[in-house]
């Protein structure tokens, strides 16, 4: 999943996890496993994040070193 769909996801689970709060108005087992999969997502997305923060920099430490000798 691209990082834009992990957040997508997060946002998904937590309007679910708001929906069950206003129905049963308390904090219930459902919502714990909603709580656990936020979690995981969150997870996820800072992996993503950082695998793509990673390959810029691999971009930007390969590109040459070039020098105008004036």
Do not use: F, G
């Amino acid at each position: 999943m691209t990082v834009q769909e992990l957040y997508t996801k997060k946002r998904e689970l937590e309007l679910d996890w708001s929906q069950h709060y206003n129905q049963e108005k308390r904090y219930t087992l459902d919502m714990v496993r909603i709580d656990d999969r936020i979690k995981q997502v969150i997870n996820n997305i800072k992996l993503a994040e950082a695998k793509e923060a990673q390959q810029i920099n691999k971009i930007e430490d390969a590109a040459p070193d070039v020098s105008v000798a004036t």
